[in-house]
Structures are given as C-alpha cells and as structure tokens.
C-alpha cells in the first residue's frame, strides 16, 4: 500500500529540515557566502539523488545563497526521470538569478561526461542529501571528486549509520533481530550488478572522504526523529512513517532469520502505531561539509 515514492520524498521535507545538523550549514553557508563574493561569474552547484527538488527549496527558504552575487547555476542529477519532471512541476517559481538545469542520469554517467568535457564542467559546490549510503563507496567517491572543481565545496547529509529505533517494543529480542536484518539487507544490496549500499556509511566517511580528495571542515549528526505531538505527526509525517515500514517489509519478507508469520504480525503491528499515533522513529545520520583538494 504504502509505495508513492514521490509522496514519500514530500513527506521527508519536514523530517529533514529538523535532522539536517545547524553547525554543519552554518559553516557551508559562510563559505558559500564567501566563495560568491570572489566571483564574476554564476555559482555552479550540482546535486545527486536530487528527486523531487526539495533541497533547492531549502536552500532558498534558508537564504543559502547571496541574491546579489553573479547568480547560480544549479543541476538537478537524478537517474530516475519521473522524479526530475516532478522537480520541475514543483520548482516553478525561482529567482531570476538561480537558472535550473535538470539532468536525467546517474552518477557514472554523468561523471563521464564531465571528465569528457573538463574542467570547466566541474563544479562549485557538490551537494548530496540521503543518498552516498545507497552508493559503493570506494567506487563512487572517486567519481564524485571528478566532478568538483579543486577547492570546492561539498555538502553530504543524512548519512546513515547503523541505528534503526522504533518506539514502543514489541518483543526486544524480536526488534532486535529484525534491525539486524534490515542493516544487513543494507550491506549486502546489489544494484545493477555493483555493491550499492553500507549501513555505517556515517562512520566510514570519516576516512573514505579525505582518502578520495574531501577535506572535512565539519560534520555532526542529523538523526531523523518522528514522533507524535499529542497523539498526531507533523504534516504528513505518517505517512513518511508508513513509507519507512513498508520499506522494511519489503527488503525482510524472506529474511531467513524471521520467521514469516511473526514478521507479518509485527510489520502489521508498527502500521497500527502508526495510525494511532504511537510510533516513534529514529535513525541515526551523519552530516557533512568540506572543501576538496
């Protein structure tokens, strides 16, 4: 039932907005600022897993970037086209100064082509938002380094680290089995072909990202916390909510280690939380910014 990937994207805006960690923006918008005030030409940012284009609506309503600067030239990366067209339908109304590209393909693609075309295609600053842990990170990383200019910026968040929490318990050992297990559907993913996934893609930036050409200058968690506020979640919470259970039904449903039928009963159980407002969700992420070298 619950599997309107783009409603799941608008529901996130909210979850988001509260995870994303405040130092960490702090310290990209001062060198945002700073960046757009030595140039004499537009900003080019390039965002990857960009969806639905909720991060360029936060980046305006949190004022990123400076209005009087040469401008922005902004590129929307997403493999999947029907999300970018839901990024356009959404992102009609814009300042005259940021121009909007969209750019329907995937990281190894696109990243290709950049290398083709040179330096002058590479980028600003490199933003991506829940997306580096569905990605093999000894061979993505390398690849996005090609795509920023030396001395750029990066902006890496939600990073998934190895904490799935789900409020009430049903059984402790049972919810405990059934986080191992999705963590190790994390690890073991395949897309096309390749490894595509690390559930403590958090902890492992901390390494893999100076080792690959990003400087870190600061990062800090951005755990999603979903919660009730007198028996109802915020905007359409809930259904985020569902999208997350589901989501986990579907990757567990032949787990070998849970046994089928107590699985049903507890997804069952966690979609009835849900809808009477006593779900709490956490998982804990980890925010990032830099500059390359």
Not at 46 to 57: H, R, S, W
Not at 58 to 75: C, E, M, S
Not at 134 to 160: C, H, S
Not at 228 to 257: C, K, N, Q, S
Request: a negative charge.
């Amino acid at each position: 039932m619950y599997n309107d990937f783009t409603r799941y994207l608008t529901a996130k805006r909210t979850v988001d907005d509260r995870a994303l960690n405040r130092p960490v923006w702090e310290r990209l918008a001062e060198a945002v600022r700073a960046r757009q005030a030595g140039m004499s030409r537009p900003l080019r940012v390039l965002e990857i897993g960009a969806g639905i284009g909720t991060m360029v609506e936060r980046l305006l309503a949190w004022r990123l970037f400076d209005a009087d600067a040469p401008g922005v030239h902004y590129t929307l990366l997403d493999a999947d086209p029907a999300l970018l067209a839901a990024a356009q339908d959404r992102l009609t109304q814009l300042p005259s100064w940021l121009k909007l590209e969209i750019a329907p393909a995937n990281v190894l693609e696109y990243a290709t082509r950049v290398t083709a075309a040179g330096a002058a295609q590479q980028c600003d600053l490199l933003i991506a938002n829940a997306v580096l842990d569905l990605l093999d990170l000894p061979t993505a990383l390398p690849q996005l380094r090609g795509l920023v200019t030396d001395k750029g910026l990066f902006y890496f968040t939600i990073n998934f680290d190895g904490a799935t929490l789900l409020e009430p318990t049903i059984d402790p050992a049972f919810d405990d089995a059934v986080e191992a297990a999705y963590h190790r559907t994390m690890d073991a993913r395949i897309t096309d072909g390749r490894p595509s996934g690390d559930s403590r893609t958090g902890r492992h930036l901390f390494t893999r990202l100076p080792a690959t050409g990003f400087d870190i200058r600061a990062a800090g968690s951005s755990d999603w916390v979903v919660h009730p506020i007198e028996g109802r979640y915020p905007a359409d919470e809930a259904y985020f909510l569902h999208f997350i259970v589901a989501t986990m039904e579907r990757a567990l449903r032949h787990a070998p280690t849970l046994a089928p039928a107590r699985f049903a009963a507890w997804i069952a159980t966690r979609h009835a939380q849900i809808n009477d407002g006593e779900l709490t969700y956490i998982a804990h992420q980890i925010d990032f910014f830099g500059v390359t070298h």
